[in-house]
């Protein structure tokens, strides 16, 4: 037998990520690869960290992405201010607030868990009885965007607590980086990961962070060493730091960075102020469909984000069966609910590049259709003309 080369289809991307690329983003990638330690690589390197500055709002100079995909971001902010026997107040509201726990209890840390439900936003009310029952806590560690649920985390006022009580902030802004306001000076943000194939437009297998200078001096006065070589940014910091001279610490994915740089140019010309009202402004849309249609958001309102819409599957209907229609008829790809909201939920992404008219109103049709066929008590064939009166009206 031989294998040929692969050819995917093309479909359109509207899950938990990857979200559809910029195909800016994938032309960019197939340029002459160079050598990491080049001169003009390394200008390259300048400017994908000054773009991110932009991306996150901030001045801190160790600013940069780590060489894995989201998971590795995260990993790098516990390996590295996280010590041994260090207590660590993670507030969980969905799946990847357990994956924070995980990471705490890996690097010797004591993880303090303050769980609100599922499809909520943490409550800052019970962040803050955490904060006074465990005075010796040292970080704060919560999601801003949950991408397993669809809710957003009010980060300038739970960081304001951490603060108060003299303790760090880590934050997951995976899913919020580009598509939802993230303000880290403004929000004082000690440590932040996102991911690239989110609402960045970029492929995935890469993870923008960035480091205040109160973190780093932790990371920088650890009285151990960073039990990961890979990810301790005292090491790494050699190879992006500083401008000019840099010191070989790993290759970095030069190709991926050609495309987290024009994902970043993309969004430099479009704005961040234009792409979160085009997210608003999509979401809105997509949501008068699913509504018209019958379907229930899980989220309220008030924390419910525009990149993200988790909706309950109706009854009677088999999610799987609906998932895997919509792959084969329309080549439209939506998310299946995670952990305890599986086989209950459908979550919808509009993210980056995805997140336009075209989709909206495809994904809403092809529902339309798909649930209509499974004999689904919703109501037919108003989806789409509901979404249009809201795409057409004025910004
Ligand atoms: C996707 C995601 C991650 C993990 O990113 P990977 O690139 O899959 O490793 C972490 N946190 C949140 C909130 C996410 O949505």
Known sequence: MTIKSFHPPQRTLMGPGP??????????????????????????????????????????????????????????????????GDKVIVCQNGVFGGRMKENVERCGGIAVMVEDAWGEAVNPQKLE??????????????????????????????????????????????????????????????????GTQKCLSCTPGLSP??????????????SSKVQSWFLDLNLVMGYWGG???????????????????ESLVILQEEGLDNA???????????????EAMGLSFIVDEASRLPQLNAVSIPEGIDDATVRATLLRDYSLEIGAGLGVMAGKVWRIGLMGYA?????????????????????????????????????????
């Open 19 to 84: 979200s559809d690329v910029n195909p800016r983003v994938l032309e960019a990638m197939s340029r002459p690869t160079i050598g990491h330690l080049d001169p003009v690589f390394v200008g390259m390197m300048d400017e994908v960290k000054t773009l991110l500055k932009y991306a996150f709002q901030t001045k801190n100079e160790l600013t940069m992405p780590v060489s894995a995909p989201g998971s590795a971001g995260m990993e790098t902010c516990f390996a590295n201010l996280v010590e041994l």
């Open 129 to 194: 009885e955490a904060l006074q029952a465990n005075s010796d806590a040292k970080i704060v560690a919560f999601v801003h965007a949950e991408t397993s649920t669809g809710a957003q985390s009010d980060v300038k006022i739970l960081v304001e607590m951490a603060h108060k009580h003299d303790c760090l902030t880590i934050v997951d802004a995976v899913t919020s980086l580009g598509g939802t306001p993230v303000r880290v000076d403004e929000w004082q943000i000690d440590a932040i990961y996102s």
């Open 209 to 222: 962070v960035s480091f205040s200078e109160r973190a780093l001096d932790k990371v920088r006065n650890r």
């Open 243 to 261: 401008e000019g001279k840099r010191a070989y610490h790993h290759t970095a994915p030069i190709n991926a960075l050609y495309g987290l740089h």
């Open 276 to 290: 979160w009202a085009r997210h608003a402004k999509h979401h809105q849309a997509l949501r008068a469909g699913l």
């Open 355 to 395: 997140c336009n008219a075209r989709n909206v109103l495809t994904c809403l049709g092809a529902l339309d259709d798909v649930l209509s066929r499974h004999n689904a008590a919703i109501e037919r064939g108003v989806a789409v003309a509901s979404a249009q009166t809201v795409l057409a009206a004025k910004a």
